[in-house]
Nanobody, 126 residues
Framework: QVQLVESGGGLVQAGGSLRLSCAAS????????MSWFRQAPGKEREFVAA????????SYADSVKGRFTISRDNAKNTVYLQMNSLKPEDTAVYYC???????????????????WGQGTQVTVSS
């Protein structure tokens, strides 16, 4: 079994920062990429950021570019999301996800992901 466990969520004022972590454990699996998605109440789950595990290339949703940074620690099997200049519209449950094989499907398409975490709540107050 593969487990992705998120941590680091919480309540923060607008303009503040949080750092989310997602640790992969259990059966060893090939990680082509790991990503963060988020889902606000009444909305669909949306892409936030992705990182290619082998060389660290990353991509971001336009709404978070310049504010969020995704990174990974190979030795710890952990992916991070540093979130700065948080806005109330960033409030959501944040999920990490892993895809095991490269495909033509863009990384912002959640249908291709093989494993998902349970999510961590981020609330930004105005």
């Amino acid at each position: 079994q593969v487990q992705l466990v998120e941590s680091g969520g919480g309540l923060v004022q607008a303009g503040g920062s949080l750092r989310l972590s997602c640790a992969a454990s259990g059966r060893t699996f090939n990680k082509y990429a790991m990503s963060w998605f988020r889902q606000a109440p009444g909305k669909e789950r949306e892409f936030v950021a992705a990182i290619i595990w082998s060389f660290g290339g990353s991509s971001y949703a336009d709404s978070v570019k310049g504010r969020f940074t995704i990174s990974r620690d190979n030795a710890k099997n952990t992916v991070y999301l540093q979130m700065n200049s948080l806005k109330p519209e960033d409030t959501a449950v944040y999920y990490c996800a892993a895809v095991t094989r490269r495909s033509p499907v863009p990384l912002d398409n959640r249908s291709q992901y093989d494993y998902w975490g349970q999510g961590t709540q981020v609330t930004v107050s105005s």
